[in-house]
């Protein structure tokens, strides 16, 4: 007999969790989950103590720790912007709408009593579990990650076939006017996607392609070995910015990176020159990044083998037509 609803708690995890909370991280991924600290109890509750990372749990009362929600500061410079994801309920209490109920504890009281302007989420594209929770709970969708995560991440559910890919997907709850520069190959869904993320007027501006003025690049950089994965970090955009990236590729890809991504500030007089440079050296559209710097960004992203394109399954058809733009500017990329 099914437990009923009321026999579930959700709440931020308390120290009588934590091992519970271990042992569903390892029902879910088995022990191959990049990120480590997952696996012990005592780092959880100082992710929480220092707000690193906040877990809500959802707890039987006579039970196990059934489902979980992370809130947590990863790629972003700005640091009131926080991650949602690390979503997973137990096979056996899954059906049951607890995933549903964390969430809403998430964004409707969670996250406005901790005053976090802005929350953005990954919802993996290998089955549309979290897609579809993300859909009804307030989120626009703004881009595509293809091939974010290794497969071996997802080997104890046997739910991936290759690498995962994700939808980008954002919820502000604090937001302000900005002057947003449109590179000319994307400045069409650029304005689209970011005017349904936001509820505050913006003034949208065309991106001109010339070298800017002034110092050099600022590129900020950092690898996830496990994932295979290295994220770059633009800055300041000055004109030796194919120099500095080639070399942070070239650096990271001896460390075994396949993936790479690019995060650029779409308030940058020099966006339209570095979407132009990065599209030389083979990346292409990712997504638009609300707050990502305080100010919006974009996401350009570069695989180094084919990506798991079969392996995408996505659910709205927003999300469908993102992907579908994403692989025909590929195509143009490496067409070249």
Request: aromatic residues 10%.
């Amino acid at each position: 007999m099914s437990q009923p609803e009321d026999s579930f708690e959700v709440r931020l995890m308390q120290p009588e969790d934590s091992a519970g909370t271990v042992s569903l991280y390892r029902a879910t991924y088995g022990d191959a989950y990049p990120i480590r600290e997952i696996y012990d109890p005592q780092a959880l509750l100082h992710q929480q103590e220092t707000g690193e990372m906040y877990h809500v749990v959802c707890r039987a009362k006579q039970g196990p720790v059934a489902g979980h929600w992370g809130l947590y500061r990863t790629s972003a410079p700005f640091p009131g912007i926080y991650e949602a994801g690390h979503g997973m309920v137990l096979a056996e209490y899954r059906g049951r709408g607890l995933n549903d109920r964390i969430a809403r504890y998430t964004l409707e009281t969670l996250i406005p009593r901790l005053g976090i302007p802005a929350v953005w989420g990954e919802a993996v594209a290998n089955h549309l579990f979290m897609q579809k929770t993300c859909a009804v709970s307030g989120y626009s969708e703004t881009g595509i990650e293809l091939d974010l995560m290794p497969a071996a991440s997802y080997e104890k559910e046997k739910s991936a076939s290759g690498r995962v890919g994700a939808v980008l997907v954002f919820r502000l709850y604090q937001t302000r006017e900005q002057t947003i520069r449109l590179p000319a190959p994307y400045a069409g869904l650029l304005r689209e996607l970011h005017r349904e993320a936001h509820d505050a007027p913006h003034v949208y501006r065309n991106a001109p392609t010339d070298a800017p003025p002034g110092g050099p690049s600022e590129v900020q950089s950092v690898a996830f070995e496990g994932a295979n994965l290295a994220r770059l970090t633009v800055q300041a955009i000055g004109s030796d910015l194919r120099e500095i990236v080639k070399e942070r590729e070239k650096l990271h890809a001896g460390g075994g990176a396949t993936v790479f991504q690019a995060y650029l500030r779409l308030t940058d007089p020099g966006i339209g020159f570095a979407v132009r440079t990065l599209r030389g050296c083979g990346y292409f559209f990712g997504g638009v990044l609300p707050r990502w710097f305080d100010d919006d960004g974009l996401m350009m992203q570069k695989t180094l083998h084919e990506p798991n394109v079969p392996g995408i399954r996505l659910y709205t058809d927003k999300a469908k037509r993102i992907l579908d733009f994403i692989l025909q500017d590929r195509a143009e990329v490496t067409a070249r």
